[in-house]
């Protein structure tokens, strides 16, 4: 029996802990995360180990209302100790869920806690922990996880002041127009202001896109961003034709609001490839489902659910709108992992399309070692990006650690039957876990 949380941990040959040590060290680049860069900016710090885990981390709060945790000890007004205290009381429900797994992954590396966190352990486990976090910041979290990169999530209107160097991490904007492709009145007056001209026309609108995406690249951001819940299925219309629609856009119907989201999505690669910036495209989710608890808790808060997947034909009609001289580097994550082994496929249909890492619910032990091995048998392992933390916890990188102990170990069994060479095994995990998207970045 392996010692709890021990060296060994999802490391089940010798090859794979040999491989793990190839990548264990590696700096993080975070290419995908919803961080504060105020708080990176002004180098905060903690109250306790609740404020660090529990003030706005959604995945630990759908935990808790599964577990029947009253809202008040979620995100109601109850003080972070008890928050804490409650959370503890949980985790021993979470068998095999990732939460368990990133949890004592953070006991041990960030306040060298080796015990199992309960109901028993819950107040000697605060009292260990807050003593450390007295010696912890958000810039002391970065150093000690060795994050060369971070990449927040930024809207177009966003003011990019925060943005810069702090210590030895990149603070970079990521471009996520998600609100301008509503094309709401309220938001395109927002755009306008930002902009210093009136969005009257689709042309407006483009034309801001650019000076907003150029804004942007003079502050350091080298991606972008879109979520949304599938793929246009409608056909592509002509630039008249989305700016008839884009005019009448209050009284035409959903279909034509969804081609005029099309043809924006074109328009926006083109403008990417045009400006070095990789795309990320996220889709198959629905937000908010619970009307009354969005009304009360607010958006990201644990009631966004797995959708179903786009049709692989409409998927395959976006990127024939795209030459391969068009088309920036593109990166696809599907919160429907049904989709995987198709979109894998396509990715070998057009140039500069690769998939993602697996994405929120399918961030897990199975999840992870599906989506690797589904794009290495219909895609190109060696190519793929790697890990990211998708997150809003400054303690949350730990998650890079999961990921790499999972792929030496997937890695690692292919070398262990004979089936891969281990050299090249050490450098593909290397390749994966860091240089890859260092490449891609321009880092």
Known sequence: MQKFFGEDLLLYTDSSREIYREVKDLPIIDYHCHLDQNKIKDDTTFSDIGELWLSGDHYKWRAM???????????????????FVK???????????PLYYWTH????????IEEPLNGESAERIYKQANEKLKDISVSSLLAQYKVEYVATTDDPCDDLSSHGKYGNTVVAPTFRPDQMLKFED??????????????????????A???????????????????????????????????NIFQKRRELSKDYHEAL????????????????????????????????????????????????????????????????????????????????????????????????????????????????STIAEYSALGTNYGMLTDSRSFSSYARFDFFRRILSDCLGNLVEKGEYDLAAAKQIAQNICYKNIQGALGL
């Open 209 to 243: 896109a650019e000076e907003r995406l150029q804004y942007f690249v003079s502050h350091g951001c080298k991606i972008s961003d879109h979520g949304f819940l599938r793929f246009p299925t409608t056909r592509y219309v002509s630039a008249a034709e989305a700016e």
């Open 105 to 112: 992954l953070e006991l041990k590396q960030i306040f060298g």
């Open 261 to 372: 989201f099309g043809y924006v999505l074109v328009e926006l690669a083109r403008l990417y490839k045009k400006y070095g910036v990789v795309m990320q495209l996220h889709f198959a989710v629905t937000r908010n489902v619970n009307e009354k608890m969005y009304k009360a808790c607010g958006a990201d808060a644990g009631f966004d659910v797995i959708a179903d997947g786009s049709r692989i034909e409409d998927v395959i009609e976006f990127f024939r709108q795209l030459s391969d001289e068009e088309r920036p580097e593109t990166i696809l994550y599907t919160l429907n992992d049904t989709e995987l082994s198709a979109l894998a496929v396509l990715t070998g249909a057009f140039r500069h399309v690769k998939m993602g890492a697996a994405w929120w619910f399918n961030d897990t032990v199975q999840g992870i070692r599906k989506n690797l």
């Open 65 to 83: 209302r599964l577990c029947v945790v009253d809202e008040e000890y979620i995100t109601g007004k109850a003080c972070y100790h008890d928050k």
């Open 87 to 97: 959370y503890a009381e949980i985790l021993p429900n979470l068998a095999g869920n």
């Open 186 to 207: 309220m938001y395109l007056q927002k755009l306008g202001k930002t902009v210093g001209y009136e969005i009257k026309t689709l042309a407006d609108l483009l034309r």
